[in-house]
């Protein structure tokens, strides 16, 4: 039986080495830079005594760029792309998509659509979600209720053989390549760096120390991705 703590130690120490360069790259969503004046080791000649002409200058804020992330629409389209297979959807998927991204627009971003049905339900019987922005920024609410949607879906069997069904020459158990397929089928366009690859093999390397089942191991490894921010970049 799959429990969402299962693998979550060693995913956080994991999940902390890959997204450094993420955050590195991409700088904290809405934050912003602060300069210390000091920090910049400039010499002015001064020998300590405040000049009157150039008074000691303030802290500098200066705003930095906010990090785009993908809307709902993106999000949904891109989990059954993933979790469809040759012979259907995963269990629930629509279900699981409806309740952790497509009526969450106010955490996604994307307005709805009040005529998409007779109910009304694309706009979860709320008319004014119809004004949502295309894009809103990173929230905490929108990652914790798309981690649950990772959880769920990959919590089934069926969830992690869609992702294997995707991967040409699957081996046995993951490899490097294999690595990069998973990576793939979320960060579309990206390759998966060498640090992430060497990351998620080591901690395949750990449950199969454990005499985890191959299953699990491919679980794990498809849930770390699926979990981490970075594929909503846009």
């Not at 080495?17 to 904290?28: D, H, K, L, R, S």
């Not at 005594?49 to 709902?72: A, C, G, I, S, Y």
């Not at 046995?172 to 793939?184: I, S």
């Not at 390759?191 to 199969?208: F, H, M, P, Q, R």
Request: glycine share 10%; aromatic share 8%.
């Amino acid at each position: 039986m799959f429990t969402s703590n299962k693998y979550k130690i060693f995913g956080l120490l994991l999940l902390g080495t890959v997204m450094t360069q993420f955050y590195q790259n991409c700088g904290e969503m809405g934050g912003f830079a602060v300069l210390d004046q000091s920090s910049l080791n400039l010499d002015m000649g001064s020998t300590g005594d405040t000049d009157q002409n150039h008074p000691p200058q303030k802290d500098v804020v200066l705003p930095t760029q906010k990090v785009q992330v993908v809307n709902r629409e993106y999000v949904a389209a891109l989990m059954r792309e993933i979790f469809t297979t040759s012979s259907g959807p995963v269990p629930n998927l629509e279900g699981l998509l409806n309740q952790w991204v497509v009526n969450r627009g106010a955490q996604y971003g994307l307005g709805c659509n009040p005529y998409n049905s007779y109910s009304g339900r694309d706009c979860g019987g709320d008319v004014s979600n119809a004004n949502l922005p295309i894009k809103v920024d990173g929230n905490t609410v929108r990652e914790s209720f798309r981690v649950q949607l990772c959880e769920n879906i990959l919590g089934m069997d069926e969830g992690v053989n869609a992702i294997l069904e995707k991967i040409p020459n699957r081996p046995a158990a993951p490899t490097a390549e294999a690595v990069r397929q998973v990576y793939g089928l979320f960060y579309r366009g990206d390759g998966a760096s060498d640090i992430t690859v060497s990351s998620l093999l080591e901690l395949d390397k750990v449950l199969a120390q454990k005499g985890e089942p191959v299953i699990e191991r491919w679980r794990a490894l498809s849930l770390q991705v699926c979990e981490s921010p970075g594929w909503q970049l846009q």
